[in-house]
């Protein structure tokens, strides 16, 4: 059954009235609803707060990592494991196609209903799961395959055993490694992308956004709880952090916008697979393209322009 935010009641009952008509053969009913439903879609998204696009962001039938791999993978073969302690399945790695194109990807899985919630950790990675990540980059790099990355997790597990097998170690390895990493990369963030969980596979050649995703250094929670010691005033925190794709393109922090639907990836997981593979492949031809030497200087320039400002 279908999950409707506070904001999309109104869409909620036209599509339920389309449904309706279909059921007693209405034509002309089913078409003055389509009518109506394309202009509550507009009217409702076209306006939309940061706090409503962090809601979607977070929208329990939003594609996952998984989702995505298996609407535009093809001849996939899963890669298990960090070779030092375990299989951490907050984090997926697989090789395949997608298109004509061999390539790897690694994923953050959140994880539905309550036993997988569990497995995947609530797409929160331990160290074990960020080390899988770099070895499945270094498998790109030796045999110079494309590598996309979906990022999507409230952040890095900060359990006790995490840190006990350090954490922030395995996310600083895995930006400086990614940093040199010789082969195309491109991170898109399909969710929620929180702190240096989400950066420890976000560093690339291109780092993208869906349209409804967020990137944060903290949950608007965790913000409003340190400012304002009360965790109700997320919404105030959303508006003042700066968090969604269009915020962060405005301050120079990503490459590009992936546009999912307007009605947002979790009512149309088709069309919004399609937009991210002809993102991803559209941008390493272009990566390709350019060379070794002048993309690598190109990452190098854009990842240390971060955080600069003038005023």
């Known amino acids: ?21 279909q059921v007693r053969h209405d034509e002309n009913g089913v078409e003055k609803y389509d009518k109506e439903l394309e202009k509550e879609v507009a009217k409702t998204y076209g ?27 093809r001849d996939k073969y899963e890669i298990h494991g960090d070779r030092h302690f375990r299989d951490d399945e907050a984090i997926i790695c ?5 298109g004509d194109e061999k390539v790897v990807v690694i994923g953050e899985q959140k994880g539905r209903g309550t036993k997988n919630k569990i497995r995947r950790n609530f797409g929160m990675p331990h160290p074990e799961g960020y080390r899988k990540a770099l070895r499945a980059a270094k498998l790109a790099e030796k045999f110079n395959l494309p590598l996309l990355m979906l990022v999507d997790t409230p ?8 840190e006990e097998r350090n954490q922030s170690e395995a996310i600083a390895r895995n930006l400086l490694e990614l940093a040199e990493l010789d082969t195309q990369t491109v ?13 420890a596979i976000g560093v690339a050649d291109r780092f993208a956004m869906m349209r409804y995703s967020v990137f944060s250094v903290i949950s608007p929670e965790g913000c409003s709880a340190i400012l304002w010691s009360d965790p109700k005033k997320a919404e ?10 269009s915020d962060l393109k405005e301050l120079g922090l990503i490459d590009d916008i992936i546009n999912e639907p307007l009605i947002g990836a979790h009512r149309d997981r088709d069309a919004s697979a399609a937009a991210i593979s002809e993102y991803f492949l559209t941008q390493v031809k ?7 030497d002048k993309r690598m200087e190109d990452r190098y320039t854009r990842l240390t322009s971060v955080g600069a400002y003038a005023e």
């Open 236 to 245: 105030a925190a959303t508006n003042a952090m700066k968090i969604t794709s």
């Open 47 to 73: 306006n939309l707060s940061d706090f409503q696009k962090l809601q979607l962001a977070r929208h329990l039938d939003r594609p996952y990592a998984l989702d995505y791999i298996n609407l535009i993978m």
């Open 187 to 199: 991170s898109i963030v399909i969710g929620e992308g929180g702190s240096g969980g989400a950066l």
């Open 155 to 162: 952040g890095a597990y900060p359990g006790l055993g995490a």
């Open 1 to 21: 059954m279908a999950i409707y935010l506070d904001f999309e009641k109104k869409i909620k009952t036209i599509q339920e009235n389309i449904i309706s008509a």
């Open 94 to 98: 697989y090789m395949g196609y997608i």
């Open 286 to 292: 272009e990566l390709r393209e350019m060379g070794k």
